[in-house]
């Protein structure tokens, strides 16, 4: 069983930055891959990018495509989305989760993972 938590959320302003780290519990966390996910108010949620078991491979969603990017420390057990040049349509609540299978790709959508943390909101401000 992995449970995972993120922080680092909150209120910036446009063009400000944020980091959001997912803390991961269990060793098999260091094995899987990791992604992150938002849900907008009124809109499904969505892929934002994820990282393999590794760290040796990293997927960036095309609306966040040379401003976010993500990585992971798995001496710390966490995974880092690195949020820079942020633009008020990036308002969410941002999910870090888990992919357990085993011998797979990166996914990027929301049935390859199976393990999700709360959320933590973030909100950018025009």
């Known amino acids: 069983q992995v449970q995972l938590v993120e922080s680092g959320g909150g209120l910036v302003q446009a063009g400000g930055s944020l980091r959001l780290s997912c803390a991961g519990s269990g060793r098999t966390f260091s094995n899987y891959h990791t992604g992150w996910f938002r849900q907008a108010p009124g809109k499904e949620r969505e892929f934002v990018a994820a990282?393999?078991?590794?760290?040796?491979?990293?997927y960036i969603a095309d609306p966040v495509k040379g401003r976010f990017t993500i990585s992971r420390d798995k001496r710390k057990n966490t995974v880092t989305l690195h949020m820079n040049s942020l633009k008020p349509e990036d308002t969410a609540v941002y999910y870090c989760?888990?992919?357990?299978?085993?011998?797979?790709?990166?996914?990027?959508?929301?049935?390859?993972?199976?393990?999700w943390g709360q959320g933590t909101q973030v909100t950018v401000s025009s």
């Open positions: 990282i393999s078991w590794n760290g040796g491979s990293t």
């Open positions: 989760a888990a992919d357990s299978r085993l011998m797979t790709v990166v996914g990027t959508l929301e049935d390859e993972y199976e393990y």
